[in-house]
Nanobody, 122 residues
Framework: QVQLVESGGGLVQAEDSLRLSCVSSGRTFNMAWFRQAPGKEREFVATIGWVGGTTYSDSVKGRFTISRDNAKTSLYLQMNSLKPEDTAVYHC???????????????????WGQGTQVTVSS
């Protein structure tokens, strides 16, 4: 069973930056970041495909950047110009099979991390 472990969350002020990391214990394929705010459903943030293609939600496009190391065992999310509405628990997700199409639904992913809290104060 693959385990995903996130890190890098914290308490920051609006317009600050944070970089989240996720380390996988085994081989995975497509990876993504989702987030869940209190009282809300888990929502898609960004994903990166096997050959590096990226997809972002409209709410973070232009502010967040997803990337992956060459070994494809670590995933990152650079978050700039943070807003209070970005406050959430951020989860790393991964697929155990390859998809050439970027996936944006929670049901598309097989493995999940426990999450890291990001809090943005105004």
């Amino acid at each position: 069973q693959v385990q995903l472990v996130e890190s890098g969350g914290g308490l920051v002020q609006a317009e600050d930056s944070l970089r989240l990391s996720c380390v996988s214990s085994g081989r995975t394929f497509n990876m993504a970041w989702f987030r869940q705010a209190p009282g809300k459903e888990r929502e898609f943030v960004a994903t990166i495909g096997w050959v590096g293609g990226t997809t972002y939600s409209d709410s973070v496009k232009g502010r967040f950047t997803i990337s992956r190391d060459n070994a494809k065992t670590s995933l990152y999310l650079q978050m700039n110009s943070l807003k209070p509405e970005d406050t959430a628990v951020y989860h790393c997700a991964a697929r155990r099979s390859l998809s050439w199409v970027n996936m944006v639904r929670t049901n598309d992913y097989d493995y999940w991390g426990q999450g890291t809290q990001v809090t943005v104060s105004s």
